[in-house]
């Protein structure tokens, strides 16, 4: 099982690698030219990468730069720019207080002056300004709440556009007249590209009764200080902008299936937008691996199944855990005894949900692994404590962060 195992790895960091910004971000860059001042902004779990990359490419032609990305995220000093670590997934004083130091870089530009901003995933609560009326402590409850509701990523940032006063199109607001240039390291199923890091510099494509449709769908109460804020509408279009895409979830899971077809599976990706609940998926995923192993279907083996997306969890139980790992524990009790089955599900960025794993490893002896280490992973599940069921496994994934985020890549082999 174990020459499954690697390959399940080999395949997942090729897919890391074909997202990381050295390649991709440098290549967009290469004719990029500056105008007037030039200040670069880089905000989200990949900010430190895109900013180190943009010094390198533009250097000194930068004039200042800041970039905010998640604690122990930043490695060192860039020239020009100040590094702030903040708090994800959900924000702190500190999200604040780089957040009003960008604004502070960005609101006297001219129209002759350039801002370079550079996205990727995390920035929605990375980069943060309450509206007026709105507090630090309203957002961090509306957030978990949301988080822990099942609310997928579009909900989520819509509601957040709507009380922050730098989402949603709003930083680009700030920005005017200078020019904005977005780079995009999309985290966002389909390329949303207005719902990576909540759109701070594109027009918002939600409103402000999308944002209260989903409070109510998830049963969450708000006070009227926050409902004045939400019915302050965001800017539907924009003058100054110009948008490159730099990464995604669908390179990722093409760079995926180019290793696998080079492994020697027979490979497809069946899909780059995986958004249901993560126990489900992880149910559903199972019961492929077992399609195949009996019956050969919908490839004949060895075969390798591929997914992107971004699942979610409903938080019921008091465990630790993220989607990744749930997922995988999931379909580690679906696959349980199965043999020649291994199945890897791991966040592109290196952490999954509020621990220090990517996700998860598993086949079919994982499950009795967990009961032999005294509890039934079944229970596990039920609490939502999918950390400490793999671990008792030995099948958490641990990798860092990577330098890049474009969702989750799942992949399923059997042999």
């Not at 990029?32 to 030039?38: A, H, P, V």
């Not at 957040?160 to 006063?165: M, P, V």
């Not at 524990?329 to 990517?358: F, H, N, Q, W, Y």
Request: hydrophobic letters at 40%.
């Amino acid at each position: 099982m174990q020459d499954l195992k690697i390959d399940a790895m080999e395949i997942v960091n090729a897919a890391i690698r074909s997202a990381q910004v050295d390649k991709t971000l440098k290549s967009a860059l290469k004719d990029f030219k500056t105008e007037g001042r030039t200040v670069c902004v880089a905000v989200g779990k990949a900010a430190w990468k895109m900013a180190k990359v943009a010094h390198e490419i533009l250097g000194n032609a930068i004039r200042q730069g800041i970039v905010i990305t998640k604690y122990h995220h930043g490695r060192g000093n860039i020239p020009n720019f100040e590094i702030y670590e903040a708090g994800h997934p959900l924000p702190d004083e500190n999200n604040i207080k780089a957040t009003k130091r960008a604004v502070e870089l960005v609101e006297n530009l001219g129209k002759n002056d350039t801002v370079l901003f550079l996205i990727s995933g995390g920035g929605s609560a990375l980069f943060e300004l309450p509206l007026s009326g709105v507090s630090l402590s309203d957002i961090i409850h509306i957030s978990d709440q949301l988080l822990k509701s099942g609310a997928d990523i579009v909900e989520f940032n819509t509601v957040r556009k709507h009380l922050s006063a730098v989402k949603g199109g709003r930083f680009a607001q700030i920005c005017h007249p200078a020019g904005v240039y977005n780079f995009i390291l999309s985290d966002v199923i389909g390329n949303k590209l207005d719902m990576v890091a909540s759109g701070p510099t594109l027009p918002d494509s939600s409103t402000s009764q999308d944002a209260m449709h989903v409070l109510r769908k998830y049963g969450i109460e708000i006070g009227e200080n926050i409902r004045q804020a939400i019915l302050q509408e965001t800017p539907k279009a924009l003058e100054n902008v110009e948008t490159t895409v730099v990464g995604s979830v669908e390179m990722a899971c093409e760079a995926a299936a180019k290793k696998a077809i080079e492994l020697g599976y027979n490979t497809t990706i069946l899909t780059t937008s995986l958004t249901c609940e993560a126990k489900e998926a992880g149910r559903f995923l199972g019961a492929v691996a077992r399609e195949i192993f009996q019956n050969e279907r919908p490839l004949k083996k060895p075969a390798a199944i591929i997914c992107g997306g971004e699942t979610v969890v409903k938080v019921r139980g008091k465990g630790k855990g993220g989607r990744n790992q749930e997922l995988a524990l999931s379909s580690a009790v679906e696959m349980r005894g199965m043999k020649g089955i291994v199945l890897a599900s791991i966040g592109t960025d290196g952490t999954d949900g509020p621990t220090d794993a990517a996700g998860g490893l598993v086949d079919g002896t994982t499950a009795e692994k967990i009961a032999l280490a005294g509890k039934d992973p079944v229970e596990y599940l039920q609490q939502n404590d999918s950390y400490h069921a793999l671990k008792a496994a030995d099948a958490l994934v641990i990798t860092g962060p990577t330098g890049t985020n474009v969702n989750d890549v799942i992949v399923l082999l059997v042999r």
